[in-house]
Every structure is written in C-alpha cells, then in structure tokens.
T-cell receptor, first 114, second 114 residues
Framework: GEDVEQSLFLSVREGDSSVINCTYT??????LYWYKQEPGAGLQLLTY?????DMKQDQRLTVLLNKKDKHLSLRIADTQTGDSAIYFC??????????????FGKGTKLSVIP | KAGVTQTPRYLIKTRGQQVTLSCSPI?????VSWYQQTPGQGLQFLFE???????NKGNFPGRFSGRQFSNSRSEMNVSTLELGDSALYLC?????????????FGPGTRLTVL
C-alpha cells in the first residue's frame, strides 16, 4: 500500500541549513511534492520534482530524489524564523479514471531558533 | 488569479447534525479534491470531483458526500456528525489533466463537533 514517512520534528538555528527527509512507497508517482503549512492555514505548495530528476533547485530550496531508495529530501538554505512551519512530503499515485490523489506524510515540524 | 476559497472558515456543530462546506476552485481548474486533516490521522483523501463527476473516493463512510457544479465549485456534506469528525477540511483544485497536474489548496474549514 501507499505510505509516506517523515520524521516529526526538526530544530535548527537561524541561518543554518535545514534538511527534511521523507521516504515514499509508490514508484509510479510522476511527481513528488513538498507542501508547507503555517499555523491555522491551508497547505502551500513549496516545490515539486519530476520523478526522472535527481535534483531541483529553487532559490533557497533544494530537492533531492533518490528513486532507487525512494528517498526524498528538502533542503532549506539560510533558514529564517519565517520558515517555522510543518512541512509535508506527498506522493501522487495513480488511482484510476484519470485521478492522481495525494498521499501525505505526517509532516515534519520545523522550529527555527533565533 | 484568485486562489482557492473555502467557506465558511469555521463551524461549530453538535453531534447528529449535518454540515455543508463549500469550495471555489482557481479559475479554469476543473478538478476539486477534498482532504480531512486531524492530529491523529494526518491528511486523508476524501474524494475528487472532475467535470461534475466523482472520479475517486477515499476510505470514508457514506456520511461523507460531495458534489460539483457546472462552474466547478464543489460542496461536501457530512451527515449525522460525530465527535471524531472534528477536523480541518481542505479542498484543493487542479486542472485535472493527469500526471502533470498540481493541486493548490485553500485555507480550509475548521469544523468542531460538540
């Protein structure tokens, strides 16, 4: 079955890099996603990576994908207090009839210490 | 372009009542998906609508239902509310065009059942 796993907590100092890791199970997912959720808010799409890529960089964000190990990571460079939030990894397995539902991990709560 | 909007943002109901939540997708998006978020279970997929048809359904009881209108707006209904239905209900819209699709989330409706 589908299962996405993430560590629940990460604490870093302001200015340091943060690395959030995720393992997924569905090898058919075409895209893998990172979403951010701030307190009391919905999910904000941060970035995504196509499954045939190894790396994607977008400003302070770097996504690494190891397809063999089904391991995805999100690196945030120069982490700021505004980056404190919960980060969700998601895969998008095909569900039939043209539908690709998202399957999420439990989320990693990132705390940035000033 | 306006984002995904959800109404109402907050709701308080009592057990046994029913509730209807509304979601307006991004203009041009034809797919609307609904997710339930709770501290214990995390983010779980409820259902997806595309062109007024339910295209995919998660593992929820029949008390949870939805529909989509010709303008792509969607509603979800929960009947005979239980305490365990207290959650943040998120809707996401996308083009619905297949494996390259990306889902964008609204701010959610927080439902409290007393």
């Amino acid at each position: 079955g589908e299962d996405v796993e993430q560590s629940l907590f990460l604490s870093v100092r302001e200015g340091d890099s943060s690395v959030i890791n995720c393992t997924y199970t569905d090898s058919s997912s075409t895209y893998l996603y990172w979403y951010k959720q701030e307190p009391g808010a919905g999910l904000q799409l941060l970035t995504y990576i196509f499954s045939n890529m190894d790396m994607k960089q977008d400003q302070r964000l770097t996504v690494l994908l190891n397809k063999k190990d089904k391991h995805l990571s999100l690196r945030i460079a120069d982490t700021q207090t505004g980056d404190s939030a919960i980060y969700f990894c998601a895969e998008s397995p095909y569900s039939g009839a043209g539908s690709y539902q998202l399957t999420f991990g439990k989320g990693t709560k990132l705390s940035v210490i000033p | 372009k306006a984002g995904v909007t959800q109404t109402p943002r907050y709701l308080i109901k009592t057990r046994g009542q029913q509730v209807t939540l509304s979601c307006s997708p991004i203009s041009g998006h034809r797919s609307v998906s609904w997710y339930q978020q709770t501290p214990g279970q995390g983010l779980q997929f409820l259902f997806e609508y595309f062109s007024e048809t339910q295209r995919n359904k998660g593992n929820f009881p029949g008390r949870f239902s939805g529909r989509q209108f010709s303008n792509s707006r969607s509603e979800m209904n929960v009947s005979t509310l239980e305490l365990g239905d207290s959650a943040l209900y998120l809707c996401a819209s996308s083009l619905g065009s297949g494996h390259t699709d990306t889902q964008y989330f609204g701010p959610g409706t927080r439902l409290t059942v007393l």
